[in-house]
């Protein structure tokens, strides 16, 4: 058998699954934002699929956002202003803080809900 053969097989197997992994990543935290705004807060649960969709849309491509910003500041010419890469970073953190008060923070404080 052809080591060079297993190699490219693995090779392209480990890309196949480092593009699509990132991909699947925001699965089950929509799922847990949208258990939590149908369950805590009582939104129908089309609205809670929307909702979930669009926190975790919204925090992919925040963080893309924020490493295009951060490659662009990198390789700017010295005359270009730079990108407003603190300012994703602070939506990241939105992000993060929004997730986590929909998921963790309504399961074990329903009373907040």
């Known amino acids: 058998m052809d080591l060079r053969n297993i190699d490219s097989f693995e090779n392209g ?3 196949l699954v480092a593009k699509i992994a990132p991909w699947c990543a925001p699965v089950p935290t929509a ?6 705004t149908v369950t805590h ?12 969709s669009v926190i975790e849309s919204l925090g992919l491509v925040t963080c893309a ?14 005359n270009d202003p730079p990108a407003p890469f603190l300012l994703a970073v602070f939506l990241i953190v ?18 907040w809900s």
């Open 31 to 36: 799922y847990l934002v949208g258990r939590a």
């Open 41 to 52: 807060l009582e939104w129908p649960v089309p609205i809670g699929i929307l909702a979930a």
């Open 94 to 111: 939105i992000y993060f803080l929004v997730a986590v008060l929909l998921t963790v923070v309504l399961d074990t404080q329903p009373s």
């Open 65 to 78: 956002t924020a490493l295009d910003l951060y490659q662009f500041n990198q390789n700017r010419r010295k």
């Open 13 to 15: 197997a480990i890309d």
